[in-house]
């Protein structure tokens, strides 16, 4: 059911200049939606005006199936219900402290002294800023900042939260960070919407996609349709994402085979064919036809993945004791991944854990996890992109575990459970620790 | 890039301890120093003074001594007129500076001794509470003392963009030095010109953004000040009772 949507919305700033034209749009309630636009396309205003900031000169935006009214009242309704983050925090942060900022929201609202300490600590905690509480904005950084933003939305408990160029001037852990967060926001039923001109965000990200170019909406659909239409990203001034690009051309080699665009590394990997044939040194005695035992698989067959072929078919001797071999090949030992709930973590159980299970690496998500781990000194293999990282490992036999807490745990098992299902790759996934089941 | 007493105050052990505490040990502080006619107690109230900042605060004594240095600059220059041109009673000591002759007597040195006790002792109480109290704990008290809602809040949004404003100056300042823009008096005049306009219309453009900023949270005219209680602890009170009472002791001494 689309929560938001828009009718041949237009809209023209004072000095003439046209940002949005004939717009029309259907956000679903609890997807990730983005606009995918270059500079100045007009995702921004749009943004502006799906909150009543502005007001369209023509067409109108639907809400919840009722078209919005522009008195003081439905503008305080809707302000409520759609949280917008804007892209420079230091537009929105204007309180003396990160806690005072925070509160504004909730205290708007009506709520009594008590709420809004509880809805503020809620969202400091959630954002893992509760440490920060008593800052003043221009002591932090600019990721913090960033956060202090969301959490002045979140505090609002809004139904949608819009944020305009989430990753700007963000380094890549705290890009992760913040999408990681996103992530588990939508997890509980959140609509969010994103603009960006980051396409490879937006192509493994989110569940539909807008883009936009010269103020108009010019192409929407799944991430896969719409990146995959090359005229229609010249249009929009954009470029290919990098996985996508990988894959058709290793798909053009006759290297890949899939039904489905890859949307993120492990998917492209899926994509890969294993090489059957592979050239191998036999022993002379060894004719056409027999069954030759390989043994593991390391170094320069296979790095770091150790598999095993048994049985592998001679299908040709060539000179120089040169044999071209099948293989059929199977895994030796199966890798997985398994998620420890650091709101449960208890030292003792943690180390215990990494001994019986034999982890390999550990991956952390979620700012507060990432602070136990640094305190009691557990060693990060992984800090950002972690699910996927952590995919990756166990298809090469590695044992991984995931350090996180609150709803990135739920987030973390759904995104492997899906892994699982659309690749067929039975990755043990699995909770362990206290807080078990 | 700055150094701000207010962000010495920020990180500072003492900003989380009962304000009136330190706001009334300060006045205290204020009151009796002034008053006072010997200037022992001045010296008393400025040496516990400034051992609180130091060891109770942690203000780094090197830079606190800094800050100390140009108060006490101004009060001994005043000193030294006082010294020889006010007072009466006995002749300390005298000298003769081209054939004028220039007498310091005991009235004199007295009063002069007094003016550099009470300047150290005044100013100690008032680093205590810049060097303890960033100003966004302030901002309960102006709540406290009933003056106007409107201008807390103007002075709260004052007070933030102080600093955002203080950081485009710096940055543009920075980009103008980069491409040469301040060498020569010309050339400084024109660049800093620049810099004023720009930052006046910047800050036009923030208050626009500001206004969009507030609306969008539901702005209905009101910021929160949230008073996080502070409660006085045992031993600050018995510290603070023990300083006062020696003080007072050396006051009606």
Known sequence: MA??????????????????????????????????????????????????????????????????????????????KIGIVFQNPDDQIFAPTVQQDVAFGPTNLGFSSEEVERSVNHALEYVGLAHLRDKPPHHLSGGEKKRVAIAGVIAMEPEVIILDEPLSNLDPVGADEIMDMLGELNHFNKTIIISTHDVDLAYGWSDYVYLMSDSRVIGEGTPDQVFSDPELLRKAGLRQPTTLEIYHEIERRGLAAGDRAPINVPELVDALKPPDLIWVRVPPETRKGDALNLGVMYGDYAHNCPYEAVNATVLHIHADGQAIVE????????GCIMIYDMGGYEPGEFQKIMTDYEIDAVGAMGKKSKKIAERDGIYLDVASGVIDKSILLALSGKRCLIITNGGMVGHALKRIRDYVEKSGIAINVGMIGAREG | MRNLLDDYALISPLRYRNIWLKLSVVAFGLIIGVSSVSPVTPLFIALSMGFATVFFGKTPPKFYLALLLAPLGFAIAGSIVILFFFGSGSEVFSFE??????????????????????????????????????????????????????????????????????????????????????????????????LASTLFIRSYEQGEKLYIAMNSRCYDGKLTLLDTKRPIRVSEAVLTSVYAIITIALFVR
Do not use: W
């Open chain 1, 327 to 334: 293989m059929r090949r199977k895994g030796i030992r199966a």
């Open chain 1, 3 to 80: 929560i938001l949507a828009t009718c041949d919305l237009g809209y023209r700033y004072p000095d003439g200049t046209v940002a949005v034209k004939g717009v029309e749009i259907d956000v679903e309630a609890g997807k990730k939606t983005a606009f995918v636009g270059k500079n100045g396309s007009g995702k921004s205003t749009l943004f502006l005006l799906l909150n009543g900031t502005l007001k369209p000169n023509n067409g109108e935006i639907i809400f919840h199936g009722r078209p919005l009214e522009y008195d003081s009242r439905s503008l305080r309704e809707l302000r409520r």
């Open chain 2, 97 to 194: 500076v081209f054939g004028y002759r220039l007498t310091a007597n005991a009235g004199g040195l007295e009063m002069a001794v007094l003016v550099i006790s009470r300047t150290l002792g005044g100013m100690s109480c008032m680093f205590f509470l810049a060097l303890s109290t960033p100003m966004i704990e302030l901002f309960s008290v102006l709540k406290r003392s009933r003056i106007p809602d409107s201008v807390i809040e103007l002075s709260m949004l004052i007070y933030r963009y102080i600093f955002l404003f203080l950081d485009v100056a710096i940055c543009i300042k920075y980009a103008q030095t980069v491409r040469l823009g301040y060498t020569g008096l010309r050339r400084s005049l024109y660049s800093i010109a620049m």
